[in-house]
């Protein structure tokens, strides 16, 4: 996965992270964002939690 991609997708999880689509109940948001988080992985990164309760992109 090139930087730009894993970027991208990392703005992505956030973004649904922090701001669900309407009518997203809290089950569907938490599946969206394991299946985000296993794609990602398995494409060549992971998410790692900083001490500020914030993600960073590992690699």
Do not use: F
Request: hydrophobic share 30%.
């Amino acid at each position: 996965m090139s930087d730009d991609r894993k970027e991208h997708a990392l703005t992505a999880w956030r973004t649904l992270l922090d701001a669900p689509e309407i009518r997203m109940d809290v089950e569907d948001q938490h599946d969206d964002l394991l299946k985000m988080a296993d794609l990602m992985e398995q494409e060549g990164g992971s998410l790692q939690p900083n001490g500020d309760n914030s993600l960073e992109r590992q690699e």
